[in-house]
C-alpha cells in the first residue's frame, strides 16, 4: 500500500476534467451531503460522467433546487464525477472504501473577504497514527477559486495550544482571535491554491494540520469536501446525530432524508425512503457544520 504524501498538504490531478464546461448558474446557497459507502459510479474504468445513475436521487433533487436553470440531468455531473473517480482511487489505494462526501454551492459573499485562516480538528477519536483515517481530507473545487493553502505555516502555529472549535475550553479565546493571530504569522508566507482539475489532500488537527482558508468569494462557487473513514467510524459519527448510516440529504434547499441512504460500493441496492421533519433536519444542519 502506498504512503501517503508527507506534507501537510499535496494537490494531483483529477483525469479526464472537462476543459472549458458551460459556467454553473446557483439560484441558492446549500449543502448536499452523502454519508456511507464509495458511491457506485456506473463503470470506473469509463468516462460516462453525466450518467444520473452515478448519484443518488437526493443528489438530483438538491442539484434541481440549487442550480439555475433547473434540469432533469445536472450540469454539474461532468465536473463532479472525475472528481469521484480520481477520489475512489486514491482511497482503494489506501484501502479505504466509506467517506463523507459533501458539495457546498456558494453563491457570492463578503464572508471570506479576509482569508479565515484555520486548520480542520480531528474527525474521529482517538487517533491512531499518522495514516490514521479521520487525519486527511481530500477537496477539490468544480467552479471558482480554489482552496488557499499556506506553503510554509510553522509562524502561524501554537507550539503550546491549539485552538480550533468557536471558543477554546482550554484558554477561552474565539476562533476569530486565533484566525487573527494566524494572519499576523502568515503575513508575507507564500500561498498556494489548486487549479481546475486538481484535487487537493490535506492533513487536520490543530498541530500538524493543513493551516487553510476558502477564497473570496465573489462569484457563483461550488466546492467537495470528502471526509475518508471506516464504517465503523462513520456509523458511529452518524449514530452521534441519531442519523442512519448509510444516508444522504441536502441543506438549504426543501429537504429529503434517505433511510438507508444511497447503495454504495459493497452495499449495493440499499433502497431510499424519502423522510422530513425539523428534528431530522436539526440534526443534519448539526452534522454538515461539524464536518463541512
Known amino acids: 500500500m502506498p504512503s501517503l504524501p508527507n506534507r501537510d498538504f ?12 458551460p459556467p ?27 450518467n444520473p445513475d452515478n448519484l443518488p436521487p437526493t443528489f438530483h433533487a438538491w442539484s434541481a433546487r440549487t ?44 464572508e471570506f473577504d479576509a482569508p479565515r485562516w484555520h486548520t480542520d480538528d480531528h474527525f474521529f477519536d482517538p487517533a491512531r497514527s499518522d495514516d490514521a483515517r479521520g487525519r486527511w481530507k481530500l477537496c477539490a473545487t468544480l467552479q471558482g477559486p480554489g482552496t488557499m493553502f499556506a506553503v510554509d ?10 485552538c480550533p472549535m468557536v471558543r477554546c475550553a482550554a484558554c477561552g479565546r474565539t476562533s476569530e482571535v486565533v484566525r487573527e493571530e494566524v494572519a499576523v504569522g502568515l503575513r508575507g508566507e507564500a500561498v498556494v491554491q489548486p487549479g481546475n482539475g486538481e484535487v487537493a489532500f490535506f492533513r487536520v488537527g490543530g498541530r500538524e494540520g493543513a493551516v487553510h482558508s476558502e477564497p473570496r468569494i465573489d462569484g457563483d462557487r461550488v466546492f467537495v469536501n470528502l471526509v475518508p473513514g471506516t464504517e465503523a467510524e462513520l456509523r458511529h459519527l452518524m449514530a452521534r446525530w441519531g442519523m442512519e448510516f448509510p444516508r444522504s440529504w441536502s441543506f438549504g434547499v426543501p429537504m429529503t432524508l434517505d433511510a438507508g441512504g444511497h447503495g454504495g460500493e459493497g452495499d449495493r441496492g440499499v433502497g431510499e425512503n424519502g423522510k422530513r421533519g425539523s428534528v431530522a433536519g436539526s440534526r443534519a444542519e448539526g452534522a454538515v457544520s461539524a464536518v463541512v
Open 153 to 162: 505555516a510553522r509562524g502561524a502555529r501554537n507550539p503550546a495550544h491549539a
Open 10 to 21: 499535496s494537490f494531483f490531478p483529477i483525469p479526464n476534467t472537462p476543459a472549458n464546461p
Open 24 to 50: 454553473l448558474a446557483l439560484s441558492t446557497s446549500s449543502i448536499w451531503t452523502y454519508c456511507g459507502p464509495l458511491l457506485p459510479l456506473s463503470d470506473d474504468d469509463t468516462t460516462d460522467d453525466s
Open 67 to 110: 442550480l439555475s436553470p433547473p434540469s432533469s440531468t445536472s450540469p454539474l455531473l461532468p465536473r463532479l464525477t472525475p472528481f469521484l473517480r480520481a477520489a475512489h482511487a486514491f482511497l482503494r489505494q489506501h484501502g479505504m472504501h466509506h467517506y463523507w462526501l459533501s458539495v457546498r454551492a456558494s453563491q457570492p459573499t463578503p
